[in-house]
């Protein structure tokens, strides 16, 4: 594919920026790409490991004369990256972000963005458990989509032009309004991520009983739910602090659920069991039959995909 912006900068170089500059180099997307990151640290270790063309020591440096700036920060960052970088942007740039809830993004990055660029927010559903500069890897988003979420005023040119780069870096594309996309994500990523820390919390109570038992014989089941619950702290705090309607909404109907099945058993009622287990079974084949997963037995475990595992 050809070049879709001379330069693309990234702000924040953790697991997803930085897998969005090996995509983009593999494809040759971007003319240059330029990144910064808060910490000495981690702009040192993008320098080292060549991460970028070139890795600036302040956010409003590395915009300056983008074509394209990419948000790659933990949501509750946005509005101070955003209020840092407002005034050093190049008039037609686009601006854009990753973050995984998006009406609290919009809210707290539009405001800040002068008239003369367009603001389009998007979110790649790929990830890993692992952060930093030297987790990401050019396939992660391979056949995986991206949510791209136009706002109000956003320029069709502009949202065209990020669509190509996703679809550049391998990822389906899809559009949906910010609302929507919190209620969705909520159901398919944010509640299960929520209910495997509790799941995880559970057992490491339950293994002060039990003397390691737990980790000792766990299972595939909980292996998942561990591999899940290992996922960034900072970050999923965030996501929980600011997809909070969505989040409560799915949770009050999980909780339902889970009482209903309470019940069940409590009762004996195994025809609930049986129709309740044929429906979910249903829709994992679904998501085997949308490419949006394995069927090999152990989830494909003996040839692991680097960004099959979680993703937020
Ligand atoms: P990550 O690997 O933890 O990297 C986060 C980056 O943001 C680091 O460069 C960090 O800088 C910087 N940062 C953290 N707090 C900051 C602050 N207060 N101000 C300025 N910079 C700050 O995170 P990630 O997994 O790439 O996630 C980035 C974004 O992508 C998040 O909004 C997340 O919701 C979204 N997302 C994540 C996934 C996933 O599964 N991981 C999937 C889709 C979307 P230092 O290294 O210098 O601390």
Same mark, same amino acid.
């Not at 990020?162 to 929507?180: F, K, P």
């Given at each position: 594919m050809a070049q879709v912006y001379e330069r693309a900068a990234l702000i924040g170089l953790g697991l997803i920026a930085s897998s969005m500059s090996h995509a983009m180099r593999r494809a040759g997307l971007a003319g240059e790409i330029v990144g910064y990151a808060r910490s000495e640290d981690t702009r040192q270790i993008a320098r080292d490991i060549n991460l970028c063309d070139r890795v600036c020591d302040t956010a409003a440096e590395a915009v300056k004369d983008a074509d394209l700036v990419v948000l790659c920060v933990p949501v509750g960052a946005m509005e101070a990256v955003a209020r840092e970088i407002g005034p050093a942007l190049k008039p037609g740039a686009t601006v854009s972000d990753v973050g995984s809830v998006k009406t609290a993004v919009v809210e707290a990055v539009a405001p800040h963005l002068p008239a003369n660029v367009h603001f389009v927010p998007a979110h790649p559903l790929a990830g890993t458990e692992h952060s930093g500069?030297?987790? /990401? *890897? &050019?396939? =992660? *988003? #391979?056949? @995986?989509?991206?949510?791209?979420?136009?706002?109000?005023?956003? #320029?069709? &040119?502009?949202? #065209? @032009? =990020?669509?190509? =780069?996703?679809? /550049?870096? /391998?990822?389906?594309?899809?559009?949906?309004? &910010?609302?929507?996309?919190?209620l969705v994500l909520a159901v398919t990523s944010h509640t299960p991520h929520l209910i495997a820390y509790t799941m995880v919390g559970v057992a490491d109570d339950l293994r002060r009983v039990t003397d390691s038992e737990v980790i000792k014989y766990s299972a595939a089941g909980f292996r998942d739910f561990t591999r899940i619950a290992a996922s960034d702290p900072v970050m999923w705090r965030d996501v929980f602090l600011n997809n909070k309607e969505a989040t409560l909404e799915i949770l009050g109907r999980f909780t339902e659920e889970l009482f209903a099945l309470q019940r069940a058993i409590r009762q004996g009622d195994g025809d609930h069991l049986h129709d309740y287990f044929t429906r979910t079974r249903a829709i994992r084949r679904g998501i085997i039959e949308a490419g949006q997963d394995t069927d090999a037995p152990d989830f494909g475990r003996s040839k692991p995909r680097k960004g099959d595992i979680t993703g937020g």
């Open positions: 500069p030297r987790s /990401g *890897f &050019a396939e =992660l *988003f #391979d056949d @995986r989509y991206c949510i791209i979420v136009p706002v109000e005023d956003s #320029d069709r &040119a502009a949202v #065209d @032009r =990020l669509t190509d =780069l996703w679809r /550049g870096m /391998g990822a389906r594309t899809e559009e949906m309004d &910010a609302e929507h996309h919190d």
